[in-house]
């Protein structure tokens, strides 16, 4: 029989591969699932632990990537703690990476839903708003928008860097939904598809009650008083940032916000 078919198809394969990678996208990706050890995430006593979740996204998300050709780095793959100055540290021994932190949200109001993506640097706003579109759109969640805020592990990380909410543990729907493997399996997809710049199937408008903020699409700087009120309601997220460093880390967010630069995407 005649071989040759399979040597093109192997060429043509290789082909794509090159060609995914053409718009200076990272070859390898440190991934960062939250939390870990003693540090369960979210706030204390709630049901659905954090640290297990963001774990397990992790783990199905390398395997995407690598069955893609990634390289993938994991700043941990057990149940154990790493401090924060040590995931930062691995993120930035590997030039030319980029770096993608999964988290899931908690709420004080149970009604919190929603996926939200978080970035600091501009040369992570497209990664951001990559990820973020893919993820929203392969959720039944509210889209609560990209924001540009200094978490410790998007301030002090020198590669493109980008946080996820993949959905609020503390909301019934998507607290369930995170307990599910083909949920977790859905949002390790989509967070792929983001990182190879995939189109999303289609864009969810952004949240009503963020709606007012929105710059024309759903890339948001939300300003001081929805930020601090979300800040209240929801604690969303106060365990990245280390308490000494987020008071001058949320005013230096308030004032890049009201600078309302155009979006870079
Ligand atoms: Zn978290």
Known sequence: MNRRPPIAVAIF????????????QA????????????DR??????????????????????RILQADGYR??????????????????????????????IHFNCASRVGANGIETYYYRSDSASLAASIHRNVVSGAPSENRGIRQ????????????SVLVEC???????????????DYRQRLAEQIARGIR????????????????????????????????????SSKSSHHHVSSKKKSSDESSGRKKKSRKKKSED
């Open 41 to 62: 995430g979210g706030v204390p006593g709630q049901r659905i632990s954090e640290k297990d979740k963001t774990l397990d996204v992790a783990q199905r998300l390398r």
């Open 27 to 38: 070859r390898t990706i440190v991934l960062d699932a939250g939390h870990g050890g003693y």
């Open 149 to 160: 805020r200094g978490f410790y592990v998007l301030r002090r990380t020198a590669i493109p």
């Open 197 to 232: 710049r995939q189109p999303a199937p289609y864009t969810r408008p952004l949240t009503a009650s963020l709606r007012s903020v929105s710059l024309g699409n759903d890339f948001v700087r939300v300003p001081a008083e929805s930020f601090s009120r979300h800040r209240r």
């Open 13 to 24: 394969a290789s082909s794509i591969a090159l060609a995914s990678f053409a718009f200076g």
């Open 72 to 101: 993938v780095i994991m700043t941990r793959d057990s149940d154990v703690f790493v401090p924060l100055p040590t995931r930062v540290a691995i993120a930035n021994s590997y030039r030319g990476a980029s770096f993608v932190s």
């Open 167 to 181: 959905g609020f543990l503390t909301n019934p729907t998507e607290g369930r939904l995170a307990l599910t493997g």
